[in-house]
């Protein structure tokens, strides 16, 4: 069977302001907010 789409994905990490510049500035995705008091970030 293939997949037909992604809904979404958790990551667990060490340092939230570090990997979300690899993923905004290296990847291309987009900050859409934080939850969880600024904890977590939701990208798209």
Request: glycine share 12%; charged share 20%.
């Amino acid at each position: 069977m293939k997949a037909q789409y992604l809904g979404h994905v958790v990551f667990y990490v060490k340092d939230l302001n570090r990997s979300l510049a690899f993923y905004r500035d290296l990847l291309g995705f987009q900050e859409i907010g934080r939850i969880f008091g600024g904890t977590a970030a939701a990208l798209t």
